[in-house]
């Protein structure tokens, strides 16, 4: 059973930075897919970013260029580097995975609002 903690959300201005964090524990960080989703009231929860196995990265085309997803295996991280934030990237924003067995996990979720 994997664990997914998400941290780093807040409150930021228009043309801010956040960098998001997800400790995952409870398996080996070898995961087949990590991805960054973010959801608001007013539409679906929504793939961010993500990397999938081997090196794939994928961003959503709103935020290409501003946003960042990385890991570090060694301290079972994963991150999302938010620059020149939007007030439209408001939303609650969580970590989900998939493991080698392909089973999915899903962070508690933290929020992110940009103030314009």
């Known amino acids: 059973q994997v664990a997914l903690v998400e941290s780093g959300g807040g409150v930021v201005q228009a043309g801010g930075s956040l960098t998001l964090s997800c400790l995952a524990s409870g398996s080996a960080f070898n995961f087949n897919f990590i991805g960054w989703y973010r959801q608001t009231p007013e539409k679906q929860r929504e793939l961010v970013a993500d990397?999938?196995?081997?090196?794939?990265?994928n961003y959503l085309d709103s935020v290409k260029g501003r946003f960042t997803i990385s890991t570090d295996s060694a301290k079972n991280m994963s991150y999302l580097q938010m620059n020149s934030l939007k007030p439209e990237d408001t939303g609650v924003y969580y970590c989900?995975?998939?493991?080698?067995?392909?089973?999915?996990?899903w962070g508690q979720g933290t929020q992110v609002t940009v103030s314009s």
């Open positions: 989900n995975v998939w493991d080698a067995r392909w089973k999915t996990f």
């Open positions: 990397i999938r196995t081997p090196n794939e990265i």
